[in-house]
């Protein structure tokens, strides 16, 4: 389906040789976005069986990529990704992970679609971005299910909240991952457009740690006050999904007692979300 000579994909261990990585993960290194005018890399990481088979798998596109398969790469930790889905594989869960880096400091801005404090959202634009550059890319070079229930979003803090706008407002995925989601840009927007915009045929797994503040550049006598604020935010979120007639069939909502803001945390919990997001896909 793809072509490494013809194509700018590169094996993961010509580009990483000293990284240990589980499976295989291929690359494509300053790929250009021309709806935000920068260049990222692109990592993909495919099933076991896609080198022996001729199925086609969900996709799911995920934020931050730097941390996602590798702590080399990473500037917090890694949520074991590639780990975590071979695992799965072998319960016959499986897909194509997409994972899309960030742009350092820029992500505050890419992965909100409100102004806020840091700036101007581009939030829309990089959208634009998954769906009319990226995604048109992944399918034309993998053997991808292309249909919406089939591909979604996935990612944690501000990569949450764009993953719950993103099918909100999106024909284009069907399911969201949604971890400790930060909805403080425009003073929690995000509640009006999933009231407004987000359909009921939806897949979402959103979480939260009880504690995700105690990592956070937060003073020690605030952390209390701001896990709780932060806990509350995510509680408001659940409640209006629950309003809209999200139930247990649609909807998983996860609350980790002790859970801190952090990929290890995430790492944890992410087994049961994939399970839930995949688990009645045919393909």
Request: net charge negative; hydrophobic share 35%; glycine share 8%.
């Amino acid at each position: 389906m793809y072509n490494m000579i013809d194509e700018q994909w590169r094996n993961f261990s010509e580009v990483y040789p000293t990284i240990a990585i589980c499976g295989d993960i291929r690359i494509w290194q300053d790929f250009y976005s021309p709806q935000l005018d920068n260049k990222r890399d692109i990592l993909v990481w495919l099933p076991p069986d896609y080198a022996t088979s001729e199925r086609r798998y969900p996709v799911i596109y995920v934020h931050d990529a730097q941390n996602i398969f590798a702590n080399e790469l990473s500037f917090v930790g890694e949520w074991g990704f590639d780990e975590t889905m071979t695992a799965l594989a072998s319960e016959g869960i499986s897909a194509i992970i997409v994972g899309v880096n960030n742009m350092g400091e820029a992500r505050r801005v890419e992965y909100s679609p409100f102004d806020w404090e840091y700036g101007k959202g581009l939030g829309d634009a990089y959208l634009a971005f998954l769906t009319d550059t990226l995604k048109p890319l992944i399918d034309t070079h993998f053997r991808t299910q292309t249909h919406p229930s089939h591909n979604g979003l996935l990612g944690s803090s501000m990569g949450g909240l764009i993953s719950l706008y993103g099918i909100a407002i999106s024909d284009v995925f069907g399911f969201g991952g949604v971890f400790s989601p930060y909805f403080a840009p425009d003073n929690g927007a995000i509640h009006r457009v999933v009231e407004q915009r987000l359909s009921p045929n939806k897949r979402i797994y959103m979480d939260v740690g009880t504690r995700e503040a105690d990592n956070l550049n937060v003073p020690p006598e605030e952390k209390d006050v701001a896990s709780q604020r932060y806990l509350e935010s995510v509680r408001q979120m659940d409640r209006l999904l629950r309003q809209k007639g999200y139930d247990d069939h649609h909807y998983l909502y996860v609350e980790d007692e002790g859970g801190i803001h952090h990929e290890i945390a995430w790492a944890r919990r992410l087994p049961n979300a994939i399970r839930f997001l995949l688990s009645e896909l045919s393909y």
